[in-house]
């Protein structure tokens, strides 16, 4: 079982930067890949990032490529999200994932989740 954290979520102007935080709990933190996921209103969930055990290999969803940068320190049972250049479209609930198997952005495929950080941004 791993109980997953978020925080660092807030209000910000569009062009600004924040850091999300996941904290987990647990010994076996190195051993999931983990994610980042958002829900916007009145849309499904969608995936943002995810790392690998290692923190080796980074994925991207195609619209925060080159503004996010994922992270883990699994020496902290951490994973961050820098979100950099917002834009009034990433406002949503961001959720943090941690996934046993091999997949990165299948959402199905994560077996636990945070209860999410809300990132508003005002254009």
């Known amino acids: 079982q791993v109980q997953l954290v978020e925080s660092g979520g807030g209000l910000v102007q569009a062009g600004e930067s924040l850091r999300l935080s996941c904290a987990a709990s647990?010994?076996?933190?190195?051993?999931?890949?983990m994610g980042w996921f958002r829900q916007a209103p009145g849309k499904d969930r969608e995936f943002v990032a995810a790392?690998?055990?290692?923190?080796?290999?980074?994925e991207y969803a195609g619209s925060v490529r080159g503004r996010f940068t994922i992270s883990r320190d699994n020496g902290k049972n951490t994973v961050y999200l820098q979100m950099n250049s917002l834009k009034p479209e990433d406002t949503a609930v961001y959720s943090c994932a941690a996934e046993s198997g091999s997949s990165y952005s299948t959402i199905d495929e994560y077996d636990f989740w945070g209860q999410g950080t809300q990132v508003t941004v005002s254009s």
């Open positions: 647990g010994r076996t933190f190195s051993s999931y890949i």
């Open positions: 790392i690998s055990r290692s923190g080796s290999v980074r």
